[in-house]
């Protein structure tokens, strides 16, 4: 899933971390909210994010 996300987004010009799209994916796959101090490295709509600052 981590990499049809990376592969997704490369066709939109948008490069992704190795990192960023593991756990993204863990979050899609769990259907989890993810708390992060970055959001802008998760440019999934369907992600559900709560970010802080």
Known sequence: MAGRLIYKY???GIQ?????SQIAATAL?????????NA??????ELMLYPIE
Do not use: E, K
């Not at 992704?16 to 960023?20: E, F, I, P, T």
């Not at 802008?40 to 709509?45: A, E, G, L, Q, V």
């Open 10 to 12: 490369a066709r939109q």
């Open 16 to 20: 992704l971390s190795l990192a960023d």
């Open 29 to 37: 796959y769990y259907n989890l909210t993810l708390v992060t101090t």
């Open 40 to 45: 802008r490295h998760f440019p999934m709509p």
